[in-house]
C-alpha cells in the first residue's frame, strides 16, 4: 500500500479494491510493530536457544528454560510459539512418511581404525592418562523418577575421572561432567573426548566448554553400543551392581549410592586384568610415580 501510495493512488481506492478498512493500515503506519509482537520475539528468542541446547525438551521444559533466561510466559504461550515454529522435541511423534534422521556428528569418530580387510572397529585405549576420555549418559528410576548419570572415563586407567547426577537429562548435565573431570585432572589440554550422538554432546554449551580445555571432540555413530564400548560395560557393571540390586524410593538413594560404588568399590577395590589386577587408583598412583622418579 506505501508503495501504491508513492505512485500516487490514493489508499481509500486501494483499501477498497482489497476489502481492507483504512483504520487498521494507519494504526500499523504510525506504530508498525507492537508492543506484543516485541515481547513474543523475545520470548521466541528465549525459546529457540533453549531447543537448541536441548532439542529433546517439549514445550514445557522449554517454558521452564526461557523463564530461567527472564522470559516469562505461560507454558500454552509456548506451545503455541513453538507448535506454529515447527520446534517440537526430537522424541516427539514423527509424520507419517517422515521419520526424524539423527543430525551428523560435530566431530569426527576419532576412535575408529580400519583394519586390513576394510573392516572399522575401535580403540579405547590409551598409554597415558588424560590421553583419551570416553563419556555417555544412562538413566534409571525410582519412585519419585528417573536419575540420570553422566560418567568420564579414563581409557588408560580406567578411572572416572568426572560425573554428574541431575534429575534431568539437559546440556548441563555432560557439562558439569567434563568440568568436574577438567578440575580433577588439571592440564588436559588435547585429550580426546569421545562420546555418541546424544543431544547433550551436540549442544552450544558442550562445545564451548570442549574448546574452552582445548579438548578435542571426537564422535560415533548413533544407537550403536560398540562405538563406546567401553563405557557401555562400566554402566553394565553400575546396572548389576548398584542400580539393579533393589527398588529405589527417592533419586538422593540413589545418587548417594552411585557415587559411594563409584568411590569406594569400583576405584579402589575392584581389580581389572587388563590393569594386571590392580585397581584405577593403584594403577594411576604406580604410574604417576614411575613418571616421577623417571624424570
Not at 98 to 116: F, I, M, N, Q, S
Not at 133 to 158: M, N, V
Amino acid at each position: 500500500m506505501n508503495e501504491l501510495a508513492a505512485d500516487g493512488i490514493p489508499v481509500a481506492v486501494t483499501c477498497r479494491l482489497l476489502k481492507l478498512s483504512r483504520q487498521p493500515y494507519y494504526r500499523w503506519l504510525k506504530d508498525p510493530i507492537i508492543e506484543s509482537e516485541v515481547v513474543e520475539a523475545y520470548r521466541a528468542n528465549a525459546l529457540f536457544d533453549a531447543h537448541r541446547d536441548d532439542p529433546e525438551f517439549g514445550h514445557r521444559l522449554l517454558a521452564d528454560e526461557a523463564r530461567d533466561a527472564g522470559e516469562p510466559m505461560a507454558d500454552r504461550t509456548a506451545w503455541k510459539i513453538t507448535s506454529t515454529n515447527g520446534r517440537f522435541s526430537v522424541f516427539g511423534k514423527p509424520k507419517r512418511g517422515k521419520g526424524r534422521r539423527p543430525g551428523p556428528p560435530v566431530h569426527d569418530d576419532l576412535c575408529a581404525v580400519v583394519d586390513e580387510h576394510g573392516r572399522t572397529r575401535h580403540v579405547f585405549t590409551a598409554d597415558a592418562p588424560n590421553e583419551l576420555w570416553l563419556t555417555d549418559i544412562t538413566e534409571h528410576k525410582t519412585a519419585e523418577g528417573k536419575l540420570y548419570l553422566c560418567a568420564i572415563k579414563d581409557a588408560c586407567s580406567g578411572r572416572i575421572v568426572g560425573y554428574s547426577i541431575d534429575s534431568r537429562m539437559k546440556s548441563r548435565l555432560a557439562v558439569t561432567a567434563l568440568e568436574n573431570a577438567v578440575a580433577m585432572r588439571g592440564a588436559v589440554a588435547g585429550c580426546v573426548t569421545h562420546s555418541d550422538r546424544g543431544s547433550q554432546f551436540h549442544s552450544r554449551r558442550f562445545l564451548r566448554a570442549l574448546a574452552r580445555h582445548r579438548l578435542i571432540g571426537s564422535m560415533g555413530r548413533v544407537a550403536a553400543a560398540g562405538d563406546n564400548a567401553a563405557m557401555e560395560s562400566f554402566f553394565a557393571l553400575l546396572q548389576k551392581n548398584v542400580l539393579d540390586r533393589r527398588s529405589w524410593a527417592t533419586r538422593e538413594q540413589l545418587r548417594i549410592a552411585i557415587v559411594a560404588w563409584i568411590e569406594r568399590t569400583y576405584h579402589r577395590r575392584r581389580r581389572q586384568p587388563r590393569l594386571g589386577r590392580l585397581t584405577p587408583i593403584e594403577f594411576e598412583t604406580i604410574m604417576n610415580t614411575t613418571v616421577a622418579l623417571a624424570a
